[in-house]
């Protein structure tokens, strides 16, 4: 996987260029249990499906460089979560099954009709920003509502209403890569090995990479969605039009991490997670900092204050020269927080990576989730994982983890390889048992999901797929790659 991508070397090391979180901690079970079972651990660093870390130890900045008060943030997360549940009754009331073509900034202009006081639009910007431009790597005009507030989607956060404590979210001790070290230890695992070609029969596949073709009985394939649509891979036969379409319209979000090593630790930040630079409607589209994490530490060395940039604001910044660039971070870091100790600015390519192109996927106006379903659906002997095959989860290291389990389950039909016998896709009610699984060291039993929600038990079962999968896969059908 691309974004579990840690920097070794350099001023940066120890620092992820891609996926830090796990989303949830400990109740992302997907992710838990593949740790659990590897040996990793995760350290809790707090926090909600809103934001990562502990709100008390968000510092939020006005325009003048004042912190606001504990009141004041606060308040900016009350006005928020008001703006946000008033549009989502709004789409959930207003909007039919096919009102595909409205977009989140559609709802919030419809049913917030009413003007916000100046400071008000100013705090509703700033998490506006953050929860949906940051967070899906596309402006709000580009999302599409039906997906953002009709359709199930799951998060590991505990139900607030049910008076349960919140773990929040944590990070991979050593990084993501140190799970997925361990989880290619023994595998046949070749590296700068682009695929260019990719043939598909019912007699097998052939897979050429960097001039050699490789032969198997079957193919389970996890490029981007943004990979996908850059065509860099030739299919012969071509995929068939469902596939295609979904394909064209589904979106690949950008985000880019601008990573910021100072020369010492700052008092005004020590106790803080997070940083919020509340901008002016001027200063919106133009200053680079807006959302950062700061966490001594996860970084042993020296002090790295990471900075999120979402949507075209990510493209354009990775443009920059770098020089230009610890200018500019330079000087509004200097401005609003009085640092004047910048060492060293990089930023994130990944909307330029040829393999990758973009961060993670969303469904803009136009699409519909339903297209996650066709990506995820198998052509013959092709099958497709990767997170913009997860319906529920798309956009994150655990829906990549389940759509592996459910690529891996189709490819070995340990269910007769029907999608809509899968468990994560089952809409129906009930208890039902889970099959047997051979080396599976957890008997699970499935829940099904009613709301969406996806139950411990059903992703239980996804991890044990991994696991057995793993094992049948090279017994069956020797090395796939
Ligand atoms: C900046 C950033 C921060 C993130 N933060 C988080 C986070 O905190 N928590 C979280 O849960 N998620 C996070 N994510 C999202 C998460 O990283 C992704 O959802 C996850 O990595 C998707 O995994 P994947 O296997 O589906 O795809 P990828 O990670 O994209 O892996 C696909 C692989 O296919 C390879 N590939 C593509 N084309 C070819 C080809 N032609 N030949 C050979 N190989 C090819 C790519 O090089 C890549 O290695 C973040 C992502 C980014 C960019």
């Given at each position: 996987m691309k974004a579990l991508s840690s920097i070794f070397e350099c001023a940066f090391a120890g620092v992820e260029e891609g996926a830090h979180w796990v989303h949830g901690g400990t109740e992302n079970v997907p992710v838990a249990t593949l740790l659990e079972m590897?040996?990793?651990?995760?350290?809790?660093?707090?926090?909600?499906?809103?934001?990562?870390?502990?709100?008390?130890?968000?510092?939020?900045?006005?325009?003048?460089?004042?912190?606001?008060?504990?009141?004041?943030?606060?308040?900016?997360?009350?006005?928020?979560?008001?703006?946000?549940?008033?549009?989502?009754?709004?789409?959930?009331?207003?909007?039919?099954?096919?009102?595909?073509?409205?977009?989140?900034?559609?709802?919030?202009?419809?049913?917030?009709?009413?003007?916000?006081?100046?400071?008000?639009?100013?705090?509703?910007?700033?998490?506006?920003?953050?929860s949906y431009e940051q967070d899906s790597g596309a402006s709000i005009d580009k999302l599409s509502a039906l997906a953002e507030y009709v359709a199930d989607y799951t998060d590991f956060y505990s139900d607030r209403s049910m008076g349960r404590e919140k773990h929040g979210?944590?990070?991979?001790?050593?990084?993501?890569?140190?799970?997925?070290?361990?989880?290619?230890?023994?595998?046949?695992?070749?590296?700068?090995?682009?695929?260019?070609?990719?043939?598909?029969?019912?007699?097998?596949?052939?897979?050429?990479?960097?001039?050699?073709?490789?032969?198997?009985?079957?193919?389970?394939?996890?490029?981007?969605?943004?990979?996908?649509?850059?065509?860099?891979?030739?299919?012969?036969?071509?995929?068939?039009?469902?596939?295609?379409?979904?394909?064209?319209?589904?979106?690949?979000?950008?985000?880019?991490?601008?990573?910021?090593?100072?020369?010492?630790?700052?008092?005004?930040?020590?106790?803080?997670?997070?940083?919020?630079?509340?901008?002016?409607?001027?200063?919106?589209?133009?200053?680079?900092?807006?959302?950062?994490?700061?966490?001594?530490?996860?970084?042993a060395s020296k002090p790295v204050l990471e900075c999120f940039l979402g949507g075209e604001q990510a493209v354009t910044a990775e443009k920059i020269d770098a020089e230009q660039l610890k200018r500019r971070v330079s000087r509004e870091l200097n401005s609003s927080l009085g640092i004047a100790a910048v060492e060293e600015v990089t930023i994130t390519k990944w909307s330029t990576n040829p393999y990758i192109r973009g961060a993670w996927s969303y469904a803009p106006v136009n699409s519909s989730v339903k297209d996650f379903d066709a990506m995820a659906r198998s052509v013959g002997r092709l099958h497709f994982a990767g997170e913009g095959t997860c319906r529920l989860l798309y956009g994150n290291v655990h829906a990549a983890v389940v759509s592996g389990a459910r690529a891996a389950h189709d490819l070995l039909d340990l269910e007769e390889g029907n999608l809509q016998r899968w468990p994560l896709f089952r809409q129906a009610t009930g208890l039902e048992k889970a099959p047997h699984i051979p080396g599976c060291p957890v008997i699970c039993v499935v829940i099904s999901m009613g709301s969406g929600l996806?139950?411990?038990?059903?992703?239980?079962?996804?991890?044990?797929?991994?696991?057995?999968?793993?094992?049948?896969?090279?017994?069956?059908?020797?090395k796939i790659h």
């Amino acid at each position: 996987m691309k974004a579990l991508s840690s920097i070794f070397e350099c001023a940066f090391a120890g620092v992820e260029e891609g996926a830090h979180w796990v989303h949830g901690g400990t109740e992302n079970v997907p992710v838990a249990t593949l740790l659990e079972m590897y040996n990793v651990s995760q350290v809790r660093v707090g926090g909600d499906d809103d934001y990562e870390g502990s709100r008390d130890q968000l510092l939020l900045i006005s325009q003048k460089g004042e912190t606001l008060s504990a009141a004041q943030r606060d308040l900016s997360f009350d006005l928020f979560a008001s703006a946000r549940a008033a549009s989502q009754a709004f789409a959930e009331d207003a909007l039919s099954d096919n009102a595909t073509n409205v977009s989140v900034a559609d709802v919030w202009h419809r049913a917030l009709q009413f003007n916000y006081s100046a400071e008000g639009q100013v705090l509703l910007d700033w998490h506006k920003k953050v929860s949906y431009e940051q967070d899906s790597g596309a402006s709000i005009d580009k999302l599409s509502a039906l997906a953002e507030y009709v359709a199930d989607y799951t998060d590991f956060y505990s139900d607030r209403s049910m008076g349960r404590e919140k773990h929040g979210d944590g990070f991979v001790e050593g990084g993501y890569s140190t799970l997925v070290r361990r989880l290619a230890a023994g595998l046949d695992i070749r590296l700068q090995s682009p695929v260019t070609r990719i043939h598909y029969s019912d007699a097998g596949v052939a897979v050429t990479a960097k001039g050699e073709v490789l032969r198997g009985t079957a193919l389970i394939l996890t490029a981007s969605i943004g990979a996908l649509q850059a065509e860099s891979i030739t299919f012969e036969p071509a995929l068939p039009s469902w596939k295609l379409d979904a394909l064209r319209r589904l979106g690949m979000g950008n985000v880019a991490k601008v990573l910021v090593r100072l020369s010492e630790r700052v008092p005004r930040l020590q106790s803080v997670y997070s940083l919020g630079q509340l901008l002016s409607e001027q200063q919106q589209g133009h200053d680079l900092i807006s959302f950062c994490i700061w966490d001594g530490h996860e970084h042993a060395s020296k002090p790295v204050l990471e900075c999120f940039l979402g949507g075209e604001q990510a493209v354009t910044a990775e443009k920059i020269d770098a020089e230009q660039l610890k200018r500019r971070v330079s000087r509004e870091l200097n401005s609003s927080l009085g640092i004047a100790a910048v060492e060293e600015v990089t930023i994130t390519k990944w909307s330029t990576n040829p393999y990758i192109r973009g961060a993670w996927s969303y469904a803009p106006v136009n699409s519909s989730v339903k297209d996650f379903d066709a990506m995820a659906r198998s052509v013959g002997r092709l099958h497709f994982a990767g997170e913009g095959t997860c319906r529920l989860l798309y956009g994150n290291v655990h829906a990549a983890v389940v759509s592996g389990a459910r690529a891996a389950h189709d490819l070995l039909d340990l269910e007769e390889g029907n999608l809509q016998r899968w468990p994560l896709f089952r809409q129906a009610t009930g208890l039902e048992k889970a099959p047997h699984i051979p080396g599976c060291p957890v008997i699970c039993v499935v829940i099904s999901m009613g709301s969406g929600l996806l139950s411990q038990q059903r992703v239980c079962l996804m991890a044990c797929v991994v696991e057995a999968s793993k094992k049948v896969i090279e017994k069956s059908y020797g090395k796939i790659h």
